[in-house]
């Protein structure tokens, strides 16, 4: 704790910076400039950092404690309807707002891809974004949350289940077969229909994100 530490998610992604707080299944790091909230299931390293770059006293934004030991679930419900940044997939980031939080997974309002759905083992990381900064704006005026029209299912195989006979987009479409017509969901394999009407079968457990359009 109070110790300057590097932390390696992946092969590409990695933090130095101080760790200010600690929980069964969360770190929580300040690397000069945010607080990066980091479940612990995506940590495959910690130890001391021997970068020489000074840290300075953490500042900035964290997110709201109301008791004193935190955890991965109790994080995203404290950031719900704040302006924050998530990691889920490759090098892009995702900018919005966490609107429900639900047993392995939350409902996330993308100015950019609107409502998604994001499974809890894929979340990387996330970070509280400037409060005092409107979004994509040049004024000081909210920008509009528009919540999803359709009440979450309690478990992430059911909300996708809800989807069936939709066009969706799995993990932003980082693969052109991850976009088609979601025909069903059975024993865990997602059936598509991609654009060429191929049928591709995807396994649920390593899907990380979803909209539909």
């Known amino acids: 704790m109070?110790?300057?530490?590097?932390?390696?998610?992946?092969?590409?992604?990695?933090?130095?910076?101080?760790?200010?707080?600690?929980?069964?299944?969360?770190?929580?790091?300040?690397?000069?400039?945010?607080?990066?909230?980091?479940?612990?299931?995506?940590?495959h390293k910690i130890k001391l950092s021997r970068s020489d770059e000074e840290i300075g006293e953490p500042t900035g934004f964290l997110l709201p404690k109301q008791t004193e030991s935190i955890s991965y679930h109790t994080i995203l419900t404290n950031a719900k309807m704040l302006f924050i940044e998530i990691h889920v997939l490759g090098n892009q980031s995702l900018h919005g707002y966490i609107t429900d939080v639900l047993n392995d997974y939350f409902v996330f309002y993308s100015p950019i891809y609107k409502t998604m759905y994001i499974s809890l083992d894929h979340l990387k990381w996330l970070t509280p974004c400037n409060q005092n900064i409107t979004p994509y704006t040049l004024n000081k005026e909210l920008l509009p949350v528009k919540p999803s029209l359709t009440i979450a299912s309690a478990s992430w195989k059911e909300q996708l289940k809800k989807l069936e006979n939709n066009f969706v987009v799995f993990d932003m479409g980082e693969e052109s077969d991850k976009i088609g017509l979601l025909k069903k969901i059975e024993n865990n394999l997602i059936e598509l229909i991609a654009a060429n009407g191929e049928t591709v079968h995807l396994n649920l457990t390593h899907i990380k994100s979803v909209h539909a359009p």
């Open 2 to 43: 109070n110790k300057k530490i590097h932390v390696k998610i992946t092969p590409e992604i990695y933090f130095d910076g101080i760790l200010t707080d600690i929980g069964d299944d969360i770190v929580v790091l300040f690397d000069g400039q945010r607080y990066l909230y980091i479940p612990l299931v995506h940590v």
